[in-house]
């Protein structure tokens, strides 16, 4: 079983910026890749950032340029640096691990965290 828990979210102004984590707990063997995925109110969820060993950090037009994306695999963590956010990046924000974790090939998602960019 595992159990992933993200934080760091909150409410920020336009232009601030944030610091968010995800730790990865349980029946963990390896891990290949880790991805931050957001979801605003009536969106579908959407990739953000994502990094693996072979291929380093990789993000979308969206965010390129604003959001970094590092990891701790002995720590099994991944953290999202969010600079000079704007409102439209307010979301609920999910991270997600590949590899292999018992029987299962990716992590379940967890409850996520909250970010509000708002004046």
């Known amino acids: 079983q595992v159990q992933v828990v993200e934080s760091g979210g909150g409410l920020v102004q336009p232009g601030g910026s944030l610091n968010l984590s995800c730790v990865v707990s349980?029946?963990?063997?390896?891990?290949?890749?880790m991805f931050w995925h957001r979801q605003a109110p009536g969106k579908s969820r959407e990739l953000v950032a994502r990094i693996n060993d072979i291929r380093g950090p990789n993000y979308p037009d969206s965010t390129r340029g604003r959001f970094f994306i590092t990891a701790d695999k002995r720590k099994n963590a991944v953290f999202l640096q969010m600079n000079n956010l704007k409102p439209e990046d307010t979301a609920v924000y999910y991270c997600?691990?590949?590899?292999?974790?018992?029987?299962?090939?990716?992590?379940?998602w967890g409850q996520g965290t909250q970010v509000t960019v708002s004046s």
């Open positions: 997600k691990m590949e590899g292999r974790f018992g029987s299962a090939r990716s992590t379940p």
């Open positions: 349980g029946s963990i063997d390896t891990i290949s890749a």
